[in-house]
């Protein structure tokens, strides 16, 4: 019996499950490895190489996601909702999408990669400079006319509410 076989006999609830595990899975490994590079080279380091895995990967993500959703070329903003939600970490975070004026408000209300590190006694990710790569190369993937701006996220917290916050524009005109 392949791997496939089993996935098909499965519940529903039990795949639910598989996936918030596949998840956690995906999650532990960023952090793992996030963390070598860590205490071996220190934080700069894992930061650079941190936001060179991101250029790549959001694209990857992003592309894959659109076309599992069949989202046509330039979806706009609700495709760019419907897209994010379904992201690797999208069943582990607790996290709201709000409309206001034109722009899409994206809040990650609680975030479990700093929660885990408050946990651990260790400093907070510094996460705002790889959020504004994966963000913003995801949302360009999704429809190339979206703009993506950090409103809240460490270590440059406005919003002591949240975890980050980040805005979504749609740019009309011929971009």
């Known amino acids: ?84 939600r379904l992201r690797f970490y999208g069943s582990l975070n607790r996290d709201e999408f709000e409309y206001e004026a034109g722009r899409l408000i994206y809040t990650m209300r609680d975030c479990r990669v700093q929660s885990a590190r408050r946990v651990k006694g260790m400093p907070y990710h510094p996460c705002r400079s790889v959020g504004i790569i994966e963000y913003s190369g995801f949302a360009r993937e999704i429809d190339d006319r979206i703009e993506c701006r950090c409103l ?13 916050r980040w805005e979504f524009t749609l740019v009309e005109g011929d971009v």
């Open 1 to 84: 019996m392949g791997n496939r076989d089993i996935l098909e006999n499965l519940s529903k609830d039990q795949l639910i499950e598989l996936i918030d595990i596949y998840s956690k899975n995906w999650l532990a490994l960023d952090g793992v490895w996030f963390q070598s590079v860590e205490t071996a080279d220190g934080m700069e380091r894992a930061m650079f190489h941190d936001e060179r895995a991101w250029e790549r990967y959001t694209v990857i993500e992003a592309r894959r996601i659109k076309k599992f959703l069949g989202l046509e070329k330039r979806p706009g903003l609700s495709g760019l909702e419907r897209a994010l």
């Open 152 to 164: 809240s996220c460490y270590p440059e917290v406005t919003d002591g509410t949240c975890a980050c």
